[in-house]
């Protein structure tokens, strides 16, 4: 499944962004869908996910809070909501997919088959 991550962009603390993640594959309903976000040189690192059938999220304690994944578009997209955004929430934003059958959560990279490109957010204080 090919994924496309849009929404990025610069923005001052204090403000909101709305990230979505849309799939070749319709539905996503059987999968499993996460954000993760990467600095240069350091790992990649898990922000939030929603699990096949999107009952249940979980997110990073960092952004607990403040982001909020969710899906719309009749389940063929996945947005992240971050409010309140911190310039330690600089990075570039990547969604996950992978085709599960548990509604379980899934937090490591190594969990998901199918990347989207990368969406660069840039918060400034």
């Known amino acids: 499944v090919q994924l496309q991550a849009s929404g990025g962009g610069l923005v001052q603390a204090g403000d909101s962004l709305r990230l979505s993640c849309t799939s070749s594959?319709?539905?996503?309903?059987?999968?499993?869908i996460a954000w993760f976000r990467q600095l240069p040189g350091k790992e990649r690192e898990f922000v939030a996910a929603i699990a096949r059938g999107g009952d249940i999220t979980d997110y990073a304690d960092s952004v607990k809070g403040r982001f909020t994944i969710s899906r719309y578009n009749a389940g063929n997209t996945v947005a992240l909501q971050m409010n309140s955004l911190k310039p330690e929430d600089t990075a570039i934003y990547y969604c996950?997919?992978?085709?599960?059958?548990?509604?379980?959560?899934?937090?490591?990279?190594?969990?998901?088959?199918?990347w989207g490109q990368g969406t660069e957010v840039t918060v400034s204080s």
């Open positions: 996950a997919a992978q085709q599960v059958y548990s509604t379980h959560i899934y937090y490591r990279t190594s969990d998901y088959a199918n």
């Open positions: 594959k319709r539905p996503f309903s059987g999968y499993a």
